[in-house]
Each structure stands twice: as C-alpha cells, then as structure tokens.
T-cell receptor
C-alpha cells in the first residue's frame, strides 16, 4: 500500500532531551516536507526537501533539523526540545507538485 | 510568496443543506490550488485540485470548487451536506513555478459543523 509512515504516533518528552521523529515513504517520491499543526494557526511548513541531500527551510524552522540521506526517509530532529514545540506534526511526500501531497498520520508531541 | 485566507473559522449547516467554504489566495506567481480534508484524529486527505484548464473541478465525496482568477478565489461547495462531512477543511496553494517542490501553504482551516 502506498503510504507515508511516521513514528512514533505519540510522544511525551522532557525539555532538552533530543528526539527524532521518523518519516518514510514507499512511493519513490522526490519531494518531502514536514509541517506542524497548532490550533488556530493551521499547518505551517518546517522544512522541505526536493531530493536526496537537498533540504531547505520552511516558514518555522527554528529548533528543528532534518536530513535526507535516502530518498525514502526524511527524519525530523529536535536537538533540544522546548514546550513551545508541543504540537501535531505531519510528514508529507509528493511525486510532483501537481499531484498533491500524501500525508502521514501525524505525530503528537508533548514537551514538558 | 503566497498566502491563503479562509474567511470562516467554522461553518454550521443543517444536514442536506448546501455547503460553501470560502477561500481567497494571494500570490506573485502562478499557483496550484488544493482542498484537503482532515477528519477528527486523522491525517489529511486530498479532496480536489485545480491545475489548469476547466475552472470547475470535482473532487471526492460530492465536493467541487471553482477557480475564479479575477477574484483570486477557490471556494468549495457541495449541494447537500451529510453528517459524515463534519471535518476540518484546508485551502492550500503551491507555487507552480517551482513545480510544487517547496511544499504547500495552508489556510488556517474551516471547521464544518453538520447539524441534524
């Protein structure tokens, strides 16, 4: 089944403890993105990648890192999480922009 | 850069009544336009898209949207609402010149409430 898989689905962590949210797609898509969703703000882009080893900042990149070493994987790294990074995170991928993006099921992160 | 404005944060309608969710966008370049739906506790699903050609596009679940360039609008409609349509709806744009590679810009969402 064609899909974008995120792990974990739920995560509670403490301030400052490094964490990684994994994202993997099995559709051979070149484009991948990370978004965070907050009440009243909709979804905002954190980082995106156009291909292997090609990444760029979105609208809200502060406090996040990404890597794209392989086409299928696009992990989101929080080196030192803070409570304002408590949010619902979505990974998405696309073959090309006019196809639209396929979204993962989301990761609900709570930083205490 | 582009931006999207969804004019209503929530829209209540009665079951079997028509639905209209409004969306306006601004962009200095040509864009692709999408509507996504998010059901409670789920991810986002593509409802429909406008790329080029006919300005009236049909999507899943009986929804359609009309692209009006002069009004920079892309309103979503459905003739008759069902209880199962209750969800959050997002109007989305993507930069056509970049082929959509740099991702999507979302509106803040409209919560569609279906009243029996």
């Amino acid at each position: 089944e064609a899909q974008v898989t995120q792990n974990p689905r739920y995560l509670i962590t403490v301030t400052g403890k490094k964490l990684t949210v994994t994202c993997s797609q099995n559709m051979n898509h070149e484009y991948m993105s990370w978004y965070r969703q907050d009440p009243g703000l909709g979804l905002r882009q954190i980082y995106y990648s156009m291909n292997v080893e090609v990444t760029d900042k979105g609208d809200v990149p502060e406090g996040y890192k990404v890597s794209r070493k392989e086409k299928r994987n696009f992990p989101l790294i929080l080196e030192s999480p803070s409570p304002n990074q408590t949010s619902l995170y979505f990974c998405a991928s696309s073959l090309a922009g006019n196809y639209g993006y396929t979204f993962g099921s989301g990761t609900r992160l709570t930083v205490v | 850069a582009q931006s999207v404005t969804q004019l209503d944060s929530q829209v209540p309608v009665f079951e079997e009544a028509p639905v209209e969710l409004r969306c306006n966008y601004s962009s200095s370049v040509s864009v692709y336009l999408f509507w996504y739906v998010q059901y409670p506790n789920q991810g986002l699903q593509l409802l429909l898209k406008y790329l080029s050609g006919s300005t009236l596009v049909k999507g899943i679940n009986g929804f359609e949207a009309e692209f009006k360039k002069s009004e920079t609008s892309f309103h979503l409609t459905k003739p008759s609402a069902h209880m199962s349509d209750a969800a959050e709806y997002f109007c989305v744009v993507s930069d056509r010149s970049g082929g959509g590679a740099d991702g999507l810009t979302f509106g803040k969402g409209t919560h569609l409430i279906i009243q029996p």
